[in-house]
């Protein structure tokens, strides 16, 4: 069984920072790409950054260079460096990894239980 664990949302002004983590542990063989997606009120759940096994990354278009995303393969935990943030930036986020359980076995996605981040002045 593997879980994954979201933290480090909140309540931020316009302008502000915010990291995201989100941990997994359980039973892990190997974790492949990991990422970030949100979704606001009324809205449908949206990509925010991905990072593959080699590190290579991609970001929705509405948050490049504002965001970071990283990965410590070590601690199997990603991060989402959230800066300049914006009120159209207030969701619920959600961590993805993309995991085998064991050797030979699929490569399965696992969710976080989501993290509300609110821009607000």
């Known amino acids: 069984q593997v879980q994954l664990v979201e933290s480090g949302g909140g309540l931020v002004q316009p302008g502000g920072s915010l990291r995201l983590s989100c941990e997994a542990s359980?039973?892990?063989?190997?974790?492949?790409?990991m990422g970030w997606y949100r979704q606001a009120p009324g809205k449908q759940r949206e990509l925010v950054a991905v990072i593959r096994t080699g590190g290579s990354t991609n970001y929705a278009d509405s948050v490049k260079g504002r965001f970071t995303i990283s990965r410590d393969n070590a601690k199997n935990t990603v991060y989402l460096q959230m800066n300049s943030l914006k009120p159209e930036d207030t969701a619920v986020y959600y961590c993805n990894m993309r995991i085998r359980t064991g050797w030979g076995t699929t490569l399965d996605d696992y969710w976080g239980q989501g993290t509300q981040v609110t821009v607000s002045s």
């Open positions: 359980g039973s892990i063989y190997s974790i492949n790409t």
